[in-house]
């Protein structure tokens, strides 16, 4: 009972890449914590070096330059694959520093991640980058061309088995933009020479936008996964491509709703607490 309960756990962990990588990189961070700190600046230049590599390969690829292929080396093609692709770092970093947010900052643990969060967000900046960089050049030209003629696009198109399913997932590549220009202005304004020149009040207004982007991260995430969900199960292999877009969606119900939850939560407590504040005042 106990092993089919352990093999239960380690496939849903394999199959829920998003869940898994969020639970790995908080220990990571939590263990870096003082080291980031200490070193922003390294960490800073060594995903900043990535970000250049993958915009080296991406022009390679776009204008044939070269016949190197960066992500065919072992472990840097990993490394610069991981920054692309969200699920794997990007996006649970992302919600590391959205749920830090929602917990209490008493806690030792917590207080390790709240200390780097400016840190972290700087950080998240440079996969997003990377992502978003390639999302923008195929997806979101795709996107518009299925918008203004959805029975050309899937004339044209025979590995589109779903229109349904191409409509989810082409809002999401479309939100997206929406996302990125979101995101680079809470990310500029994370620097510590632009936080300077805002002023504290008005940083913190611009920071508060925070929050629609954690409202459009899940929409996006979830747009994607029910439209990837419903076109590859048309394809072969149907019922695995549904279990794991089940999964997926799942994931991500499970952190942001429980961050919700939280989130109001400690709002509650908050307002609770100014209020005996002001009536001993």
Do not use: C
């Not at 849903?12 to 922003?40: N, Y």
């Amino acid at each position: 009972m106990v092993r089919l309960l352990f093999e239960g756990i380690v496939y849903l962990l394999g199959q829920a890449e998003f869940i898994s990588s969020f639970i790995i990189l908080t220990f990571i961070v939590i263990l870096l914590s003082k080291s980031i700190k200490r070193h922003a600046r390294s960490y800073y230049w060594f995903f900043g070096i990535i970000s250049f590599l993958i915009l080296l390969q991406f022009l390679n690829g776009l204008f044939h330059i070269s016949p190197v292929n960066l992500y065919r080396i072992p472990v840097l093609g990993k490394i610069l694959a991981s920054n692309i692709h969200m699920v794997g770092f990007g996006f649970p970093l992302l919600a590391i520093i959205m749920y830090v947010g929602a917990l209490n900052p008493k806690r030792p643990w917590v207080k390790k991640i709240l200390n780097i969060r400016k840190e972290l967000s700087i950080i998240s900046g440079f996969p997003i980058l990377s992502h978003s960089l390639i999302r923008i050049t195929y997806n979101f030209t795709d996107a518009l061309k299925f918008f203004s003629d959805k029975d050309a696009y899937m004339a044209q198109n025979e590995w589109a088995k779903s229109e349904m399913g191409i409509s989810f997932s082409n809002a999401g590549y479309l939100l997206g933009i929406v996302l990125f220009v979101l995101f680079m202005i809470l990310w500029i304004t994370s620097f510590d020479s632009i936080h300077q020149k805002l002023g504290k009040h008005k940083w913190k207004r611009i920071q508060r936008w925070s929050y629609l982007l954690y409202a459009l991260l899940f929409v996006h995430s979830i747009l994607l996964h029910i439209g990837w969900m419903m076109s590859r199960s048309m394809g072969e292999g149907g019922n695995e491509h549904i279990v794991q877009g089940i999964i997926a969606i799942a994931s991500t119900v499970l952190v942001f709703g429980s961050y919700l939850i939280l989130r109001i939560r400690k709002a509650q407590k908050d307002s609770r607490k100014k209020a005996r504040v002001l009536l001993h005042s």
